[in-house]
C-alpha cells in the first residue's frame, strides 16, 4: 500500500519563529488533507490539498502531486502551534493514509 | 465537529469481553470511518461505509467488524477484544456535500486488561 513518511518528526521552536513540515507519499494520490492533533487529543483540519498552495492566516501548505510531496509551513509560531501534526493521502474511494505525525513544541 | 459524537468516551474492559463502540452523526454524511491511533502508527483505517449497509474493510480490520443500519449511526464490535487493541478509537464522517473532505469526532479511548 501508499506509503506516507513526515519529518522532522520531532521539533521544538522558539515563539515567532518559521518552521517547514514535509510530507512525502510513495505514490499518486487523490487528494492530501493537513491536520492538527491538539493536546488534548482532538483533529483539527487545517487543509484539503491536492495540488497547489493555499494559506489559513498564519499557515499555508503546498502539494506537489507529479513529484508527491507537500510541505506545510507554520510562520509566527505561538504555543498554541504545539502538537502533533499529520498529512493524510487519499490513496482511493476516500480512503486515507496517515503519515506518523510531526510532534511539535512552542516553547515562549 | 461536524455534528460528530462518540460513545462511550473512555472504557475499560476485560480480555474476552465483546465491546461496542458508537458514532452518531447529526448531518446525514454519506461516508464514515474508523480509524484506531496508536504511539508511532498515526491513524490507521479499520472500517468504512459509503452507504447503509455498504461497508468495507481498511488495513487493521482483523478483530473488528462494523455495521451501519441507519445513515446517523456506525458501529464498530470488537467480538472478543485483546490487549492488542488499547488505543484510541477515531470516527470520521466524509462525503460529496463535504467536498470529500474527512472531518473526525472526539476520540473513545479504550483500554483493554
Known amino acids: 500500500g501508499i506509503q506516507v513518511e513526515q519529518s522532522p518528526p520531532d521539533l521544538i521552536l522558539q515563539e515567532g519563529a518559521n518552521s517547514t513540515l514535509r510530507c512525502n507519499f510513495s505514490?499518486?494520490?487523490?487528494?492530501l488533507q493537513w491536520f492538527h492533533q491538539n493536546p488534548w487529543g482532538q483533529l483539527i483540519n487545517l487543509f484539503y490539498i491536492p495540488s497547489g498552495t493555499k494559506q489559513n492566516g498564519r499557515l499555508s501548505a503546498t502539494t506537489v502531486a507529479t513529484e508527491r510531496y507537500s510541505l506545510l509551513y507554520i510562520s509566527s509560531s505561538q504555543t498554541t502551534d504545539s502538537g502533533v501534526y499529520f498529512c493524510?493521502?487519499?490513496?482511493?474511494?476516500?480512503?486515507?493514509?496517515f503519515g506518523k505525525g510531526n510532534q511539535v513544541v512552542v516553547i515562549p | 465537529d461536524a455534528g460528530i459524537t462518540q460513545s462511550p468516551r473512555h472504557k475499560v474492559t476485560e480480555t474476552g469481553t465483546p465491546v461496542t463502540l458508537r458514532c452518531h452523526q447529526t448531518e446525514n454524511h454519506r461516508y464514515m470511518y474508523w480509524y484506531r491511533q496508536d504511539p508511532g502508527h498515526g491513524l490507521r483505517l479499520i472500517h468504512y461505509s459509503y452507504g447503509v449497509k455498504d461497508t468495507d474493510k481498511g488495513e487493521v480490520s482483523d478483530g473488528y467488524s462494523v455495521s451501519r443500519s441507519k445513515t446517523e449511526d456506525f458501529l464498530l464490535t470488537l467480538e472478543s477484544a485483546t490487549s492488542s487493541q488499547t488505543s484510541v478509537y477515531f470516527c470520521a464522517i466524509s462525503g460529496p456535500d463535504l467536498g470529500y473532505e474527512q472531518y473526525f469526532g472526539p476520540g473513545t479511548r479504550l483500554t483493554v486488561t
Open positions: 505514490d499518486s494520490v487523490n487528494n
Open positions: 493524510a493521502a487519499d490513496y482511493g474511494n476516500n480512503r486515507l493514509a
